[in-house]
């Protein structure tokens, strides 16, 4: 083992503990809230920002969006953030919390891997497959084996539906919306 692995080591458990301590569904709620906040933020972002205006509350209209935007995500993250809390609360009432922190664990994990992964293409493509601080790593070609695992079980039309998002990221193609 050498100094890669032990980072390699030190990112999975602390993804792992962390996500046994928080739990699955505080793990997934708080990826919710924050996805949530943000695309509601960008839906309601020009109707509470003309609210704003219409209140004579703010009086420049960019402000007034900004401020719109931030209200509605800064909204939305806070409730899904609160129904997480009341939810996890319910589990460990009916003594079944112990499921939700073992399952959190587990996602932790996952996330743990798919991170280490990024870090080990990130360096390979920095130093170079070849460099012995990779070439040497125990940890290295099982976390890249571990990815492929997982990635075996992703939905068959993934990598479609993750083109689709890169041409109309990059402005390839219009949006179908029919």
Request: hydrophobic share 50%; with cysteine.
């Amino acid at each position: 083992m050498n100094l890669f692995d032990i980072l390699l080591l030190c990112i999975i458990l602390i993804c792992f503990a962390t996500g046994l301590r928080s739990g699955l569904i505080r793990q997934v709620f708080s990826l919710a809230a924050i996805i949530g906040g943000i695309a509601l933020g960008f839906f309601f972002h020009e109707s509470l920002g003309n609210l704003l205006l219409e209140k004579n509350i703010i009086a420049e209209p960019e402000i007034s969006n900004i401020l719109g935007f931030l209200i509605a995500a800064c909204s939305a993250y806070i409730l899904i953030h609160y129904l997480s809390r009341f939810l996890t609360d319910v589990m460990e009432k009916i003594n079944m919390g112990w499921i939700d922190h073992l399952l959190g664990g587990a996602m932790g994990f996952i996330i743990g891997l798919l991170l280490c992964y990024l870090v080990v293409v990130g360096v390979k493509q920095f130093v170079g497959e070849d460099s012995p601080f990779v070439k040497n790593s125990v940890l290295a070609p099982k976390v890249v084996t571990g990815y492929h695992i997982l990635r075996e079980q992703a939905p068959d039309n993934l990598d479609k539906s993750l083109e689709k998002f890169r041409e109309l990221r990059e402005g390839k193609e219009e949006p179908d919306f029919e």
